[in-house]
């Protein structure tokens, strides 16, 4: 008999039963159920709304439940419906009279809402473990190569000239803002909704403030009806998430375009690159396909739960399950996702002659070409004509800047004397870039620093 029968007549339907049930996915919460339900004894028991005594062998109950799960020896039932009901069934065969005490002030929508705040709490600092794992990565890449040079790009056009370890710390950027997001989630879900029971709190003496401190949350949630109609921190994990993924699947097309033989950058390590069935000579970036398709995936569980969310009445709709699947698999994802990326990223070959050759081509240095002009005296604006001139007479010559003779540039203008081609020089183009967070070693030297005081930080 189900826990709430008293006012049918007739058993639920298999089907519906089914339906209903979320036993299925929410069995992951079988801890942080047990924890709140443990946190909830113990404050009815202290505050005498149950026996001292009852409260310890509800306590010893759910002890002994958790080993046993644990342990693998419990089967979850569907005819319980979910984590919370199968639970409760399993403390009041165990533990008899006293088992059915435990659900006393309390009702499945504040339950299920401190199960879902304690999941979610929990798993963003091991998310943020794994990003910072990554920005490592990154900071011994950027170490390693702050005198690689290469070409940086607008449009997918080669642009102006940067460092591989520039570029890494561009990516490192954006994870910092990541880790800050989810800081930020974590912090602001940091209220504990049991006490708030189905929507209009309880007419039992509870103590809030003590379940919330028993639970490691800073304070109660301060409305009954927002504490189990909220969602809004699954929604912020799901946006944060989401943003994470953009970030990692951005860097996954870089790396695919960069493995390819049209750029050859960086060779993919063979433990982390696949092959073809039929072409043998085929070495596939198929770690970070994956992770740029895996992002879909949790924009999807993002958009699921804004769209359940969005026509809901205050205060619990059963719709609302419909949060746990989405929430639980963007998270899985993200953890599947971060640590293999982080280690094909680590395991990567750098490529410094390409990627300078690369560099040496599509007029990188024009913009310095100009910049040597106006420290001549000319206007910008006159000098960006005259590089323009200049560099249609490269196309049609099939030469670069750096190529062009002392001649054919003071046919153009006669600012331009023996020392333009060290102006020119790729190396003198990116160490002249001494600007705040730019390309230089020097400057790219004190990102790195920042990062990983960023990353000490936290560990």
Not at 113 to 136: C, W
Not at 248 to 269: A, G, H, N, P, T
């Amino acid at each position: 008999m189900k826990l709430w029968a008293g006012r049918f007549q007739k058993e639920t339907d298999t089907l519906v039963n089914d339906f209903n049930s979320s036993i299925g996915f929410d069995a992951r919460l079988y801890r942080q159920d047990i924890a709140g339900s443990i946190a909830h004894a113990r404050m009815l028991g202290r505050q005498g709304i149950i026996e001292e005594h009852e409260a310890e062998t509800i306590i010893q109950g759910l002890e002994a439940i958790l080993a046993d799960i644990e342990a693998g020896k419990v089967e979850f039932s569907l005819d319980d419906e979910d984590i919370h009901m199968n639970i409760e069934a399993m403390l009041t065969q165990r533990v008899g009279e006293a088992g059915k005490r435990l659900h006393t002030a309390r009702s499945r929508n504040d339950q299920v809402a401190v199960d879902t705040r304690l999941y979610v709490k929990e798993e963003i600092p091991v998310i943020i473990g794994q990003v910072l794992d990554l920005e490592q990565v990154l900071i011994r890449k950027a170490q390693a190569n702050l005198e690689t040079v290469m070409p940086g790009y607008t449009h997918l056009q080669r642009a102006q000239p940067t460092t591989f370890a520039h570029y890494m710390m561009a990516y490192a950027n954006m994870f910092k803002r990541d880790v800050g997001r989810l800081e930020d989630c974590r912090a602001r879900l940091d209220e504990c909704p049991l006490g708030a029971g189905a929507l209009a709190a309880s007419t039992y003496d509870v103590d809030r403030f003590q379940t919330a401190a028993a639970l490691g949350f800073g304070r109660p949630t301060d409305n009954s009806m927002d504490s189990v109609s909220d969602r809004d921190y699954v929604i912020e994990l799901l946006s944060a998430l989401s943003i994470l993924m953009m970030h990692l699947s951005r860097f996954s097309e870089e790396i695919v375009l960069w493995c390819s033989w049209e750029f050859k950058y960086v060779d993919l390590d063979d433990a982390y690159s696949t092959g073809s069935s039929i072409m043998p000579q085929k070495k596939n970036p198929d770690v970070a396909e994956l992770v740029r398709g895996k992002t879909g995936r949790v924009y999807g569980a993002l958009m699921a739960l804004l769209t359940v969310m969005k026509g809901l009445p205050l205060a619990y709709n059963k719709d609302m399950q419909e949060d746990k699947e989405p929430l639980f698999d963007a998270i899985d994802t993200a953890e599947l996702c971060l640590p293999v990326f982080a280690a094909m990223v680590d395991t990567l070959t750098v490529r410094p002659k390409d990627m300078a050759r690369a560099a040496a081509g599509g007029f990188i240095n024009a913009t310095d070409c100009a910049d040597y002009l106006v420290k001549k005296g000319l206007p910008f604006r006159e000098a960006y004509m005259i590089v323009g001139r200049l560099v249609n007479l490269c196309i049609k010559t099939g030469d670069t800047l750096d190529t062009l003779t002392l001649r054919d540039f003071r046919a153009i203008s006669g600012l331009f004397d023996t020392d333009v081609y060290q102006a020119l020089a790729l190396k003198t183009c990116v160490n002249g870039r001494k600007v705040y967070g730019g390309p230089a070693k020097e400057s790219v030297e004190k990102q790195i620093a920042l990062i990983q005081e960023f990353v000490d930080a936290r560990r």
